[in-house]
């Protein structure tokens, strides 16, 4: 009985801390006190980094992550910033992919000065007239879901930032039914 109950608040305490952590961040950005600390990083392991951090939601769902792309892709990035961004796409992902839905993650050179990190989801893709709206602070498109997963409306609005912070963008591909992309587009070196 008493395991239950410790187990909940656990797990709402976990949640309100990383509400407090993104709007922390986000407030530390609106006031210009984030410096990027940059690094050469190699994208492909940068993002197979990422993804093992997740590795157990994933297992949880009976998910499948995969990551691939070209080895030889390096971004001039804040490796912090950089991972938070990832972590924030990839949880995103394992959210709204079904039990036993995949997830890829691919690394690309987009031309000759840039990069992509791409990752796909199996869900339900985002219907068009949210589209614009996913990446505004709290924004959910289906309140009831997001609160049973965990979800503030801020992993999106702070991988956005990440993005332009790095001089980069984060771009959205989706058809409502058949999942989407999150494509994370950096300057390569």
């Known amino acids: 009985y008493y395991r239950e ?25 609106d006031a210009g006190q984030v410096r990027l ?10 993002a197979r980094e990422a993804a093992a951090l997740l590795d157990v939601l994933a297992e949880e ?9 070209d080895d030889g892709v390096r971004v001039d990035a804040d490796r912090i910033i950089l991972r938070q961004v990832l972590i924030n796409l990839l949880d995103n992902a394992i959210k709204h992919s079904p039990t036993g ?3 890829a993650v691919r690394v690309l050179r987009g031309g000759a000065h840039t990069a992509a990190i791409e990752v796909e989801d199996s869900g339900p893709g985002i219907p068009p007239e ?3 709206k996913v990446f505004d602070r709290f924004y ?5 879901r997001s609160r049973e997963d965990g979800g503030a409306g801020l992993g999106l609005a702070i991988a956005k930032w990440g993005a ?12 409502a039914g058949s999942g989407c992309v999150f494509r994370l587009v950096l300057s390569a070196l």
């Open 5 to 29: 109950d410790i187990a909940s608040m656990l797990e709402e305490s976990n949640r309100l801390s990383r509400l407090v952590e993104g709007l922390l961040a986000l407030a530390r950005t």
């Open 37 to 46: 600390d940059r690094t050469t990083i190699p994208a492909l392991q940068f």
């Open 61 to 69: 769902k009976g998910q499948t992550v995969s990551v691939q792309g």
């Open 101 to 103: 839905g995949r997830i």
């Open 130 to 132: 949210h589209r614009d």
């Open 140 to 144: 959910r498109i289906d309140e009831a």
């Open 164 to 175: 332009e912070a790095h001089g980069g963008r984060l771009e959205l591909q989706s058809k």
